[in-house]
Each structure stands twice: as C-alpha cells, then as structure tokens.
C-alpha cells in the first residue's frame, strides 16, 4: 500500500511540475510570472484533491494507478491552483500556505504599489491554468466513455464552485443577520464539497469502473466530508496564528465572509457585543479586534456548536463511505483521511 501510495504522490508531483513547465517559455516577463505559479505548486500543498481521486479509484477496485489516472488528478489540482489564484485576488489575501499570495509576490517583483497589474496578471495566471487542466482531461489516456463521465463531473464541479463563489460574495456584502445557516451550508455545498471533495471522489470511481450506486455515494461521501472540511477550516483560520494556519486570520473578517462560526457567535451575543461584531465584520480588523473575536468565539460556546456540527457532518460522511464499499485497505485509508480533516489544525 504504501509503495503504491509514494509512487503515485511522486508521479503526480512530477506531472505538475510537467504540465506548467511546458508554457513558461515567453517572455522574461511571462517566464517569472509561470515561474510564481511553480512556487506555489511546489509550496506544500495538501494535496487533498488528488489524494481523494487516487483513494476512490483504488477503492473501487482500480489497481495499479495508470499514467492517465495521474495526469486528470494532476488536472484536478491545477483547477484547484486556479481557483486559489483568483480567490486569493477577490478577497485580497496576502498570505498562502505560509509564504506570500501570487499577487503579492507579484508586486513585490513588479515594485509597484499600486495591486491591479499584479492582480490582473494573476488572473490570467488562474485562466491559463484552467486551460491546462481541460487539455488534461482530454488528453487522458483512459477508456473513453468513462473519461468522458468523470470529466462531465470535474466540469459540474466547477460550475458549483463558480455559484458557490458568487453566494460567498452577494453573502459578504450583507450584515450577518440577513445571512442564515442554511444560506453559509449551501455556500459551503457549492464552493467547497462539491469541487473540492464530492468531484474527485466520484471522478475516480468513474475511472476504476464502478457502479452508479457506489459512484452516488462516494458523491454524498465527498459532499458531507467536504461540508464538515469548510466549517473545519473556517475554525482554523480564525482560530490559528498565521505561522501555523500559513493565512491571515484577519482576511475573512475584512471580507465580510460569512461563516459558521462568525453566524454560531453572533448569535449567542448579547446586544452590545452583537454591535461590535456589526462593526467589526468588513472591516480591517487590528490585532486586538480578531483576539477580542476568538475570545469571544469561545467564551460564547460558538466554538463547541460549530464543532459538534463537524462531528455530525464528518458521521453522515463516514455512513455514505459505508455504502459506497470500497475495498481494503482503501476504506480504512479513506476513512482515516475524514478523521483526519474533522479534528485537522492547520
């Protein structure tokens, strides 16, 4: 298990690297900028994405994993990089996995202070490498009608996560008692789970040739696992230093972004504290104010009720897991990885 597990990360590491290397040549201009896009790839990611396809296809009976089963995870998470690109535009982030956003690092080389060339460059970036990953998925050398389903999934994916991105935005410019729990679930669904979690799963399902049933609850899997993941990592980014989380805490709250837990801590606030968290959501928030935010986080018990929803979630999860009969040791590993992003801290 391990073997194969080690060769397939090495395999996929050396197709990314692969796939953007072949469209660095240009301009020196062009050559830096592609040359960013690497950084970032080879920054120590988590590679979740990949390593949810890879588990789907090995637990639905797939064997040794082909050279085309590699290069659509590497596809998949170059439309992840993609998607980080712009969003780390649209909300403004200056940090990522640690290190400073594509953007930033862009300004910094450009030596402007001015963002929007650095900002537009990085947006042609994102598309360029949501090129890359279709030519990808094309260029499989996989049977042809199952490649043609799971891309058909990627696809969906990412017209989810298109809808999802624009609900996280409409929802940021609305006061957070206009914004239900049900309203951030679906954003969540949309932007996070389907993509990031639902997609690949189903996608290597596909791929290994399973049944449309098991291929439906690797689906509700992956929705659920990747629900419990967002509520998870919205926890972490408020809640972590930015040394350790590798993000700027402050960034959601700028933004506006409405969570669980920003929604679970407004509610449990009395009036006076629910004006200043009026006040203090969308807007730069100093130091003081994101430390007086956790605190009150966790003094209000929004922290355990966010908390027990990723145990609720990441169950559902592990019960469609169940009925989608992936074979051993695929299931305990898969099994392992939800446990995993239910209790994760960075």
């Known amino acids: 298990m391990d073997d194969v597990w080690t060769l397939f990360a090495q ?28 950084s970032l790839i080879s920054s120590g990611g988590k590679r979740v994405r990949p390593r949810l396809f890879a588990l789907a296809y090995l637990g639905a009976g797939g064997r040794e994993i082909p050279a085309g089963a590699v290069r659509f995870a590497a596809a998949i998470e170059l439309l992840h990089t993609c998607m980080l690109l712009h969003d780390d535009v649209i909300d403004g982030s200056r940090l990522r996995r640690g290190v400073p956003t594509v953007h930033e690092a862009l300004r910094g080389r ?96 596909i791929l290994a040739g399973a049944g449309e049933e098991a291929v439906r609850a690797y689906g509700d899997f992956g929705v659920a696992l990747g629900t419990a993941f967002q509520i998870r990592d919205d926890l972490v980014g408020l809640l972590g230093p930015d040394e350790h989380t590798g993000k700027c805490a402050a960034d959601d709250v700028r933004e506006g972004k409405k969570t669980m837990l920003l929604r679970a801590t407004w509610e449990r606030a009395d009036t006076e504290r629910r004006t200043w968290l009026d006040r203090t959501i969308g807007r730069d928030p100093s130091p003081d104010d994101i430390e007086r935010l956790r605190e009150l986080a966790r003094a ?23 009925a989608a009969t992936p074979v051993e040791p695929w299931a305990g590993q ?3 990885l939800a446990a995993w992003l239910q209790s994760r801290d960075a």
């Open 11 to 38: 395999r996929l590491e050396s197709e990314l690297q692969r796939i953007v290397a072949a469209v660095q040549d240009g301009p020196d201009a062009w050559r830096e900028t592609v040359g960013e896009v690497r």
């Open 110 to 205: 450009l030596g402007r202070q001015d963002d929007r060339v650095a900002q537009g460059i990085t947006i042609v970036l994102g598309d360029v490498l949501a090129t890359l990953a279709t030519e990808a998925f094309a260029a499989t050398d996989l049977d042809p009608e199952r490649r043609r389903r799971a891309r058909a999934v990627q696809f969906g994916a990412m017209k989810d996560a298109g809808a999802g991105q624009v609900l996280d935005l409409v929802h940021g410019a609305r006061p957070i008692d206009q914004v239900t729990e049900r309203e951030i679930l679906e954003s969540y669904r949309l932007k996070t789970a389907s993509f990031s979690c639902s997609a690949p799963l189903r996608s290597g399902a």
């Open 300 to 322: 209000s018990g929004a922290v355990e009720a966010v908390e027990r929803r990723v145990d609720e979630m990441t169950g559902q999860a592990l019960a469609a897991l169940r």
């Open 334 to 336: 898969l099994a392992a």
